[in-house]
């Protein structure tokens, strides 16, 4: 009886949805799409839609409750579905720290580079735009459907979101700046006792 509690709930989405799949592979999308609306808003995201860009077949935007956006999408081909979902974030230096990056020796360029670049890929972030000049940085994850489940997926948006904060946070201290604020904590249902 234990076994068979146990094969349910360590099911992915993906196989559930499989198991419970009766038609077509827009329908399995958008049941898919409905969980993980579901999954972000359960821990507090909001959520919203987006106009889906050519090769994808749904997109939805969410911010962790402090306006750090994440972007959360299936691609798809004219022939199928792609059975991977691609968690995004995107950072872009203003204008100020753009005048700032641009007023460091070449050194300190690269240093700064290979600082962001060193963490990010510590953290198991794929990334974009690490080069000279810093502009825009991309950051994603990427999961694959059998692999889904709530706990992954939710892993995989904080490690995203985080990469934009890690990356703030070592331009920031380059710049002799304040670190930016600290992401939301989850709720707890009891209280840590004060130092």
Do not use: C
Request: negative net charge; glycine residues 6%.
């Amino acid at each position: 009886m234990n076994d068979i509690i146990r094969q349910k709930e360590s099911k992915t989405l993906w196989e559930i949805i499989m198991d419970n799949a009766e038609s077509t592979s827009n329908d399995l999308s958008t049941k898919l799409r409905q969980r993980i609306t579901e999954y972000l808003t359960s821990e507090g995201w909001r959520v919203g839609g987006a106009k889906y860009p050519q090769g994808t077949q749904w997109l939805i935007e969410a911010n962790d409750g402090l306006g750090r956006p994440v972007i959360i999408y299936q691609e798809s081909t004219p022939l199928k579905v792609i059975e991977r979902i691609l968690v995004v974030t995107a950072l872009t230096l203003s204008d100020e720290h753009q005048e700032k990056y641009t007023d460091l020796s070449l050194e300190d360029k690269r240093d700064l580079i290979y600082d962001l670049r060193q963490h990010i890929i510590l953290l198991g972030i794929g990334y974009a735009g690490l080069i000279d000049p810093l502009t825009k940085m991309f950051f994603e994850d990427i999961i694959y459907l059998d692999e889904l489940s709530k706990g992954e997926f939710l892993k995989s948006v904080r490690k995203v979101r985080n990469a934009g904060i890690l990356a703030a946070t070592i331009i920031a201290r380059r710049f002799n700046e304040p670190p930016p604020p600290e992401p939301p904590r989850p709720t707890l249902g009891f209280q840590l006792p004060e130092k």
